[in-house]
């Protein structure tokens, strides 16, 4: 089945213990991305790939890092996670990197974080 | 301003009735996408479409690309179509360049109750 898999789904940690969470895709897309939600605020951008070793920030980066060595993996880093940073994030991809905002997107089913 | 804006906010319906949601963008687009976030948070893609009308099921979508305006109709909802509706534009990330990223609007609540 063709999907995007975060891990994990949910996190409770506290101020400054870093964290790793995970995304992987089984398409073969070129894209994939990072959003967080907050309420009020919507789907934000926190960086993106347009292919393997070809990351990017986004709008909202700070306290964040990625790295993508395979195509199908991009895990998203906290180094000294805040908990302004708790939040609901979400991982997508899309078949293509330069036309990423008119492919379908595909979504991950989220990760809950909570930094206290 | 907000580059998408949705309308409403919040919507409440009984089962049964057509529901609009509304879409404006201020930005130039090729493509325009609505999402679904059901409570629990899975987001899926509804539709991406860059004319005219596009159906499936009991939702349709359409777009004017000259007005900046999209709107997603449920027909004859239903509590199971309670969820966030969520649209988005692409946005040309470079000037002259062909990479895009997507904005995202802030979403509509809909409940239908039965």
């Known amino acids: 089945e063709a999907q995007v898999t975060q891990n994990p789904r949910y996190l409770i940690t506290v101020t400054g213990k870093k964290l790793t969470v995970t995304c992987s895709q089984n398409?073969?897309?070129?894209?994939m991305s990072w959003y967080r939600q907050d309420p009020g605020l919507g789907l934000r951008q926190i960086y993106y790939?347009?292919?393997?070793?070809?990351?990017d920030k986004g709008d909202v980066p700070e306290g964040y890092k990625v790295s993508r060595k395979e195509k199908r993996n991009f895990p998203l880093i906290l180094e000294s996670p805040s908990p302004n940073q708790t939040s609901l994030y979400f991982c997508?991809?899309?078949?293509?990197?330069?036309?990423?905002?008119?492919?379908?997107?595909?979504f991950g089913p989220g990760t809950r974080l909570t930094v206290t | 301003k907000n580059e998408v804006e949705q309308s409403p906010q919040n919507l409440t319906a009984q089962e049964g009735e057509f529901i609009t949601i509304n879409c404006s963008y201020s930005?130039?687009?090729?493509?325009l996408h609505w999402l679904q976030q059901h409570p629990g948070g899975g987001i899926v893609s509804l539709f991406m479409?860059?004319?005219g009308k596009k159906k499936h099921g009991r939702l349709i979508a359409t777009i004017n690309i000259q007005e900046k305006h999209s709107s997603l109709h449920i027909t004859a909802s239903h509590p199971r179509d309670s969820a966030v509706y969520i649209c988005?534009?692409?946005?040309?990330?470079?000037?002259?360049?062909?990479?895009?990223?997507?904005?995202f609007g802030k979403g509509t609540l809909l409940t239908v109750n039965p």
């Open positions: 997508a991809s899309s078949p293509h990197g330069t036309l990423a905002g008119v492919n379908e997107q595909y």
């Open positions: 398409m073969n897309h070129e894209y």
């Open positions: 790939s347009m292919n393997v070793e070809v990351t």
């Open positions: 930005v130039g687009i090729s493509a």
């Open positions: 479409l860059s004319s």
């Open positions: 988005a534009v692409p946005r040309r990330m470079n000037s002259g360049g062909s990479n895009y990223k997507l904005t």
